[in-house]
C-alpha cells in the first residue's frame, strides 16, 4: 500500500528550480509534521526541510535561502520548491514524517540530477 508517493524530480543545470511534490495518505499526513530528506549513494538520508502541522518551515543550512517547504493540508500534499540548484543538490528526494521517519513510509523518492 503506497502511503507517500513522490513526484517532480528531473534533470536540470545548475541555477536552475525543481518542484518537488509529495503526495501523501491522511492517516499520514493529518497532523504530523513533515520533512523531505535526501539520499546520495553510499550516505545515509539527510534531512533537507521540515514543517509543522501548522505551517511552521525549518530548514537545513545547505537549503536555507534556495529552498521553501509548503502543504496542503486540505490535499494532504507536502512541496519542496528548489531554486538556484546545485550539482550537491544531486539526490533522491523523500518525503516521510519528522522528526522520526517511518521505516513503513518510505517511498520509492524522485530523482534530481543538477549537471551541466
Known amino acids: 500500500q503506497v502511503q507517500l508517493f513522490e513526484s517532480g524530480g528531473g534533470s536540470v543545470q545548475p541555477g536552475k528550480s525543481l518542484s518537488l511534490t509529495c503526495q501523501a495518505s491522511?492517516?499520514?499526513?493529518?497532523?504530523?509534521?513533515m520533512a523531505w530528506y535526501r539520499q546520495t549513494a553510499g550516505k545515509q538520508r539527510v534531512l533537507v526541510a521540515s514543517i509543522s502541522s501548522g505551517g511552521v518551515p525549518t530548514y537545513a543550512d545547505f537549503a536555507k535561502g534556495r529552498f521553501t517547504i509548503s502543504r496542503d493540508n486540505a490535499k494532504n500534499i507536502l512541496t519542496l520548491q528548489m531554486n538556484d540548484l546545485k550539482s550537491k543538490d544531486t539526490a533522491i528526494y523523500y518525503c516521510n514524517v519528522f522528526p522520526e521517519p517511518s521505516y513503513d513510509y518510505w517511498g520509492q523518492g524522485t530523482q534530481v540530477t543538477v549537471s551541466s
Open positions: 491522511v492517516m499520514i499526513f493529518m497532523a504530523n509534521p
